[in-house]
């Protein structure tokens, strides 16, 4: 099969397509023919060596969509499914997985790619803020994949969005050093995906038993949050992420995302798609930060 491996760290040159054996699926496993591969912000920090990848060479990627061919429940070979691996291997002709979900027919699969892992990962983190009706929520990175769930999600629980974005996608530009001072106060719910030593401003922006939710770290660094910030007016700080957080119910919230596309409650974020061989040009899609949404690679 035609995989792109990954040859050490650095620009988008070290991901190689090279032809690879098929994996082979274990008991419990599915094995799946990829038909779309997601490309999100953290894998172009893996293939630089900004934050830790697996053993290399290694065939790379997390997220695709695609056909079961084999499983050990012979009513699935035929069905549509999406997975993420935590240990790679999905930028690939096919994917063994042990995780998956059902995609409806409704769905195509470059757009089930874009919306199963960040929708599911908005939604959990909707669920994990309890985000009200009239509570004002800031989005960061609004213009990213998760970001711009989190953007439709909490405007349809009736919530005041503010959004982030680089220059000319948002309310406030987060490339500007000192966007965190722009931003109004008041805030209920702030998505932190940015991260940095500046993350901390944003408690002064909160109101009381306010609730920030660190999930990211676009600018490359771990937030930092000053405790003495947090005590006095009760806010809370939530971190959220890794296979822990969903528990058992990572299937199910991706299950629930995907009916949320199919009935048209929530709208795809996509940005391209590219072949599988024009994989260096995907990451340098990202890398741009000139598009909005998901980068999504065709095998
Ligand atoms: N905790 C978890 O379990 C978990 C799971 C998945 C993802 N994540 C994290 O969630 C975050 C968002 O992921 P995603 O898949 O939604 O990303 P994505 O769709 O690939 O979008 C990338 C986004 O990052 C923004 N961005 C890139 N560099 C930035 C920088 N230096 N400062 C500020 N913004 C920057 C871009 O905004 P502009 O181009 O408009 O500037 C764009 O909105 C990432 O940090 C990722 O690691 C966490």
Do not use: C
Request: hydrophobic share 45%; net charge negative; no cysteine.
């Amino acid at each position: 099969m035609r995989a792109v491996v990954q040859h050490g760290t650095g620009g988008p040159d070290v991901l190689e397509v090279e032809e690879r054996p098929e994996p082979t699926r274990n008991p419990g496993e599915v094995l799946i023919r990829t038909e779309a591969i997601g490309v999100p912000f953290y894998e172009t920090q893996m293939r630089a060596g900004l934050i830790p990848a697996g053993p290399a060479p290694a065939v790379f990627g997390h997220e695709a969509a695609g056909i079961v061919v084999e499983a050990d429940d012979p009513s699935l070979p035929g069905k549509r499914v999406v997975t993420m691996s935590y240990t790679g291997g999905a930028y690939a002709e096919f994917v063994a997985a042990s995780q998956y979900t059902l995609v409806p027919d409704a769905i195509p699969p470059v757009e089930a790619v874009a919306a199963a892992v960040p929708a599911s990962m908005a939604l959990a983190l909707m669920d994990a803020a309890d985000v009200k009706a009239g509570e004002t929520v800031l989005v960061e990175a609004a213009s990213g994949a998760i970001g711009g769930y989190l953007a439709q999600l909490a405007g349809q629980k009736g919530a005041h969005v503010v959004k982030t974005a680089g220059k000319g996608k948002a309310d406030i530009d987060h490339d500007d050093p000192d966007w965190r001072q722009r931003v109004p106060d008041g805030i209920d719910v702030v998505f932190e995906s940015i991260g940095g030593p500046r993350a901390g401003e944003l408690t002064a922006k909160l109101a009381p038993h306010g609730r920030i939710l660190a999930y990211g770290l676009l600018s490359g660094e771990l937030p930092a949050f000053p405790v003495a910030g947090l005590i006095g007016r009760g806010l809370t700080l939530i971190g959220f992420g890794g296979p822990d957080a969903y528990g058992k119910r990572v299937s199910a919230v991706r299950a629930e995302a995907l009916g949320l596309v199919a009935d048209g409650t929530l709208t795809p974020v996509l940005d391209r798609t590219y072949p599988l061989a024009d994989v260096a040009a995907a990451h340098a899609r990202v890398e741009s930060r000139e598009g909005a949404g998901k980068v999504v690679l065709v095998p």
